[in-house]
């Protein structure tokens, strides 16, 4: 399974940007597909995943701000972030679980201005 991310950039605090995750190869075998960030000198941290049967779960911080879907016949995940904060800033990579092993997108970059 290869994944490309999409979709980063800079906003403003209060602002909104989507994220894109495009899926290829054996997708049919993915479980979950997730969006983990890296904030500056901050460990990662798994923001939101989506399960192969559309069960969505969040990190506390996103609640209610973050949503993340699935377009199947697009084989892409997307993270729609609101009300976006200085703090969101970061290096946004998306990961796929599939048969025991995972699979990393290239990063995309998303800072939020004050």
């Known amino acids: 399974v290869q994944l490309q991310a999409s979709g980063g950039g800079l906003v403003q605090a209060g602002g909104s940007l989507r994220l894109s995750c495009t899926a290829s190869?054996?997708?049919?075998?993915?479980?979950?597909i997730g969006w983990i960030r890296q904030a500056p000198g901050k460990q990662r941290e798994l923001v939101a995943s989506?399960?192969?049967?559309?069960?969505?779960n969040y990190a506390d911080p996103v609640k209610g701000r973050f949503t993340i879907s699935r377009d199947n016949a697009k084989n892409t995940v997307y993270l729609q972030m609101n009300s976006l904060k200085p703090e969101d800033t970061g290096v946004y990579y998306c990961?796929?679980?599939?048969?025991?092993?995972?699979?990393w997108g290239k990063g995309t970059l998303v800072t939020v201005s004050s």
């Open positions: 990961k796929a679980w599939y048969s025991g092993v995972d699979s």
């Open positions: 190869g054996n997708t049919l075998a993915i479980n979950y």
């Open positions: 989506i399960s192969s049967g559309g069960n969505t």
